[in-house]
């Protein structure tokens, strides 16, 4: 996916046109919206143009619909099993339990609508490597040689078709389903959280917002169209998400899950038992002062000014993985979508902010914007807020 971006920010931001004309009715005056569940489905419209290409990537394709019904029975679903059934009956949940049904009856359906996408790639990969010219091409998932440039089709079936060949291994249309949901629950409600979170903590520090729009008109007036590099070239906008992704993580408290499969002792002697549950606290972390100057101050330019020194220019962006925040994990094991989500929150929000004013409505000002439930912090997903469409949008 991450060398594929290239190619694909402009797909990503024509479906993000598309779904804002689709989700968001004409609002000449303050109108109120939720954000969240409209974040969200705009995310969904962005997202299926990447995962399943363009015969089922449209606003309209049954795809869609089934994907938004697999991700919402895979939230609740669970939950649901674990309150009414012992762990050595789990496995007959999927018979009796209608949210775990409902996932398999939607599973089915997507295979189905899939096996013709699946067969295509398999076809164009037949032909890519028949006409390859004597050139070793790769398969996608290990160091091989691969062509250089755009291939017919390079999405979620393609990925996942090369990532399991290059294992050796079949990829049918009931596995092609499994895995795209997987990616689909997974990204889904955490892009979702973190653009809200984001267009909240615009709404509290109004005095960066028409900094940011300006370096977006500047950003876009040099460049015919939106780019990776063109994106990348927001660096305030890219800074103040960093910065609320520091403040209001979805994974608050813990981050960098893990659970030893073998007994591992330290240098100093601390052992740690085969299936301990081991996390690191990320909450400490992003407001340790040795860490974060001034760290219980909201700074939108905390990390500007970091990049702007000169070992530091590809550092400390909204995608990092670095030290100084764990909100993606670490070194092999960090999120591999990041870049996805970063790429496509900066698309998102450029439409949003260059089309639209929005606003906390009066009586609603009192409100928590974020919620903490056990070891998470999400913004508030029933807290609406007020929009209006600009009279002078731009790009």
Not at 39 to 63: D, H, Q, R, T
Not at 107 to 120: D, G, H, K, W
Not at 285 to 299: L, T
Request: with cysteine; aromatic share 8%.
């Amino acid at each position: 996916m991450n060398r594929a971006l290239v190619y694909l920010i402009e797909p990503l931001n024509q479906a993000c046109i598309a779904a804002c004309a689709r989700e968001i009715a004409s609002c000449p005056d303050w109108t109120p919206i939720l954000p969240y569940p409209l974040i969200m489905k705009i995310f969904a419209g962005m997202s299926a143009c990447v995962m399943v290409g363009p015969e089922l990537g449209g606003l309209e394709s049954e795809w869609q619909s089934l994907s938004m019904a697999y991700v919402n029975a895979a939230v609740s679903a669970p939950g649901k099993v674990k309150v009414s059934y012992p762990t050595w009956l789990y496995s007959l949940s999927q018979y009796t339990d209608k949210g775990v049904r409902r996932m398999f009856e939607i599973q089915t359906r997507a295979s189905e609508i899939l096996a013709p996408v699946l067969r295509a790639r398999i076809a164009a990969t037949v032909d890519l490597k028949a006409n390859a010219n004597g050139v070793s091409v790769g398969d996608g998932g290990g160091s091989g040689n691969r062509i250089k440039g755009r291939r017919q089709y390079e999405d979620g079936v393609q990925w996942l078709y090369d990532a399991h060949t290059a294992r050796g291994k079949e990829l049918t249309p009931v596995q092609l389903a499994r895995d795209l949901f997987v990616m689909m629950t997974a990204s889904i409600h955490s892009t979702t959280g973190a653009g809200t979170s984001i267009l909240f903590d615009l709404l509290a520090h109004p005095d960066v917002l028409e900094d940011i729009r300006e370096e977006i008109v500047r950003v876009r007036s040099a460049n015919p169209a939106w780019t990776r590099q063109a994106l990348g070239d927001l660096r305030l906008l890219d800074s103040f998400m960093r910065e609320s992704a520091r403040v209001h993580a979805l994974t608050q408290y813990i981050a960098v899950q893990r659970i030893p499969t073998e007994s591992w002792t330290f240098k100093d002697g601390l052992t740690v038992p085969a299936g301990t549950t081991l996390a690191f606290p990320s909450y400490h972390h992003n407001y340790d002062p040795e860490v974060h100057a001034d760290p219980g101050s909201f700074d939108p330019r905390r990390h500007l000014r970091k990049r702007e020194e000169a070992e530091n220019t590809h550092k400390f962006h909204f995608a990092s993985a670095a030290t100084d925040m764990m909100n993606w994990g670490s070194g092999r094991h960090a999120c591999p979508g990041r870049f996805f989500a970063q790429e496509t929150l900066k698309l998102m929000l450029v439409h949003l902010l260059m089309h639209y004013d929005f606003k906390h409505a009066e009586d609603m000002r009192e409100t928590p914007r974020f919620i903490s439930k056990n070891l998470f912090t999400v913004p508030n997903p029933t807290l609406p807020i007020m929009m209006r469409e600009r009279k002078e949008p731009s790009p």
